[in-house]
């Protein structure tokens, strides 16, 4: 549940929480795009390459909308470094 102590948009003490779904919807996307990247890199069949291609994209638009989804609930950019390296940029 998302806590708010200060003025929405305010950083530090107090500041706004990240809800654990979130977070754990951004993680799956990480883990679902580097893995259609990973896809991608080995396989030689035309078909599977446009299976990679198309999976990495959904994976990409759905990070997107997640991410817009965190901004918008003012979870702390601090909050997403727990999720690891390798984040797509």
């Known amino acids: ?6 003025a929405p948009g305010r950083r ?3 500041a706004v929480t990240a809800e654990p779904g979130v977070l754990s919807a951004l993680r799956r996307c990480v883990a679902q795009w580097q893995g259609a ?3 991608f890199d080995e396989v030689t069949e035309p078909a599977l390459v ?10 990409e638009s759905m990070y ?3 991410a817009a989804q965190a901004v918008r609930e ?3 950019v601090e909050d997403w470094g727990s999720m690891g390296p390798g984040i797509p940029s």
């Open 1 to 6: 549940m998302t806590q708010r102590d200060t």
């Open 12 to 14: 530090g003490v107090g």
């Open 37 to 39: 990247a990973s896809l």
């Open 50 to 59: 446009d299976y990679a291609i198309y999976a990495m994209s959904a994976a």
């Open 64 to 66: 997107r909308h997640i």
């Open 74 to 76: 003012g979870v702390a």
